[in-house]
């Protein structure tokens, strides 16, 4: 059996990315050999949706699993083998975030390793300023209810703390490219009053002028006709990582990765740049509200 084409090992920055990039070269493996998830799973004595979980990047490896189903595959060559093995052990691997784990819901774990591993990132928001865009005073002032100044409660200040540590992939080596549609209603909701909204606005315009950063307002009058509630798209360099568009609800989040369903909100975002103010206009908005403030 001719060895598979192996992903560089300089792609995907954390476990997250990791353990979908092994994922899908172990689907590939496993299609290649004709072989169904069914007896995939009877090698390692697992379910077949334990099969689809692996092949997904939605659950940690074994390394005796992943050897296993390699000798299963066909997969003799020690290049191959010790890539995979090596894999295993780096998805294993914490992400920085780990510390927070006891604050971060299992469901937005995920997007935390992704977001850290994409290339590309477009964002609607209609209630707040993104994460990746926040203050601390600010971001401080959304998780405490409006209290920005608040500093005696731990679990805000950690909360903080990691929204913060997020933002630093826009000033790392590799920033992606951050595409941000906002609704006007976020510019008019004075989390922990004037002063924080004023420092948040001059922290948009300096934003703006990253290379990597766009920031465009949607007016009121053009409001909620492309989309109903906020979502981001994420998408990566690495060719082994699926495009995501991904969508909070009040308990959890959809992770969609379907054609049809990326095309939905594909439309839809590109709707909401040509509904909104152009990046130039929308500096003008936001120096003409920062002066009413």
């Known amino acids: 059996m001719a060895p598979v084409d192996l992903p560089g090992s300089d792609q995907g920055t954390g476990p997250t990315a990791r353990r979908m990039i092994l994922g899908t070269q172990l689907r590939r493996l496993r299609e290649r050999a004709g072989i169904s998830r069914a007896s995939a799973a009877w ?4 379910s077949e949706s334990k099969i689809s979980r692996m092949e997904l990047g939605r659950v940690g490896f074994k390394e005796r699993d992943v050897t296993d189903l390699l000798t299963m595959y066909g997969v003799h060559d020690a290049t191959e083998r010790d890539w995979a093995v090596q894999m295993v052990k780096e998805s294993n691997q914490p992400g920085w975030w780990h510390p927070y784990n006891d604050l971060v819901p299992s469901w937005f774990d995920n997007y935390i390793g992704l977001e850290e591993a994409a290339s590309r990132i477009r964002t609607y928001e209609l209630m707040f300023v993104p994460g990746l865009l926040q203050t601390e005073r600010y971001a401080r002032a959304v998780i405490s209810h409006g209290d920005a100044d608040r500093k005696d409660d731990e679990g805000v200040e950690r909360k903080v703390g990691l929204r913060m ?9 590799k920033p992606p490219r951050l595409w ?15 002063a924080v909204l004023r420092e948040q606005i001059d922290h948009l315009l300096e934003l703006t002028e990253l290379p990597t ?19 981001s798209l994420l998408q990566f360099a690495e060719p082994d990582l ?16 379907r054609p049809e369903d990326l095309e939905v909100y594909g439309r839809a975002f590109d709707r909401l740049t040509v509904d909104a103010e152009t990046p130039d206009r929308t500096r003008q908005m936001l120096l003409k509200k920062r002066a009413e403030l």
């Open 43 to 46: 090698e390692i004595r697992a």
């Open 165 to 173: 540590r997020r933002q630093k992939l826009l000033n790392g080596p």
């Open 180 to 194: 941000a549609v906002l609704d006007e209603a976020v510019l008019e909701r004075p989390f922990g009053g004037a």
């Open 213 to 231: 950063v766009a920031i465009q307002v949607i007016p009121f009058d053009m409001s909620g006709f492309a989309a109903e509630s906020a979502f």
């Open 242 to 257: 699926p495009n995501i568009a991904y969508v909070e609800h009040l308990n959890g989040a959809y992770y969609l990765e």
